[in-house]
């Protein structure tokens, strides 16, 4: 086996892990947000919070973490998911690591540019 495919058998698992905690939230948590902050508030049916509560419900560790949790990994998810969508789709195979590391590092990008927006709130 040579050196490449030792590496992408090493980290292809790991991509794959991100791809499917990134999926799971993004099922299970983002419908939720969309439902509140975009119907039920803009209609009425709630109503919206206010920006004190909203900026002591975010300035509390978990909520960070959670926020964390639920961008960076919509963000792999995301990569992943394009990365195969052209790598496939588009069959543009004979650019797969420069698409691999464009996807990745644009959603490397977005976490930290997450973390550090998170940490200066």
Known sequence: MNKSAARKRFMEPFWW???????TLAALLMPIHLLLSGLAIPLGLIPAPAYERLATLIALPPTRLYLFALISLSLF????????????????????????ILCY?????????TGYTLWAI
């Open 17 to 23: 892990s991100l791809f499917g905690a990134g999926g």
């Open 77 to 100: 998810h995301w990569a992943h998911r394009f990365r195969f969508t052209l790598y496939d789709g588009l069959q543009l195979k004979h650019l797969n690591l420069l698409i691999a």
């Open 105 to 113: 590092g644009g959603a490397a990008l977005g976490t930290l540019a």
